[in-house]
């Protein structure tokens, strides 16, 4: 069983930047892929970004690629989403999302995903 629990969510301007974490506990495997995805009202949940716990591919959804970096310090057993240049329409809830056996062409899909962490709730204002 893993546990996942997100912190850093909260109100910031436009332009501003943000780094929201994912505490990971219990058991995870090299094989592990960690992502994050959002949920904006009234919209699907949608992919943002993806790191494997080794060796730490990365994979990010069109609209956030140069913006936003998934990085992941495996002493802390925690994953970090760092925003920059947030625009209005990244408000949404994040959540942390882990899955076994995963393969950086899969890490984008949330059915890959077998724990969810309860999210964070990140507001950009114009």
């Known amino acids: 069983q893993v546990q996942l629990v997100e912190s850093g969510g909260g109100l910031v301007q436009a332009g501003d930047s943000l780094k929201i974490s994912c505490a990971v506990s219990?058991?995870?495997?090299?094989?592990?892929?960690m992502g994050w995805f959002r949920q904006a009202p009234g919209k699907d949940r949608e992919f943002v970004a993806a790191?494997?716990?080794?060796?730490?591919?990365?994979a990010y959804a069109d609209s956030v690629k140069g913006r936003f970096t998934i990085s992941r310090d495996r002493a802390k057993s925690t994953v970090y989403l760092q925003m920059n240049s947030l625009k209005p329409e990244d408000t949404a809830v994040y959540y942390c999302?882990?899955?076994?056996?995963?393969?950086?062409?899969?890490?984008?899909?949330?059915?890959?995903?077998?724990?969810w962490g309860q999210g964070t709730q990140v507001t950009v204002a114009s």
């Open positions: 999302a882990a899955g076994s056996g995963m393969i950086v062409s899969s890490m984008p899909l949330s059915s890959q995903y077998h724990y």
């Open positions: 790191i494997r716990w080794i060796p730490g591919n990365t």
């Open positions: 219990g058991r995870t495997a090299s094989n592990y892929g």
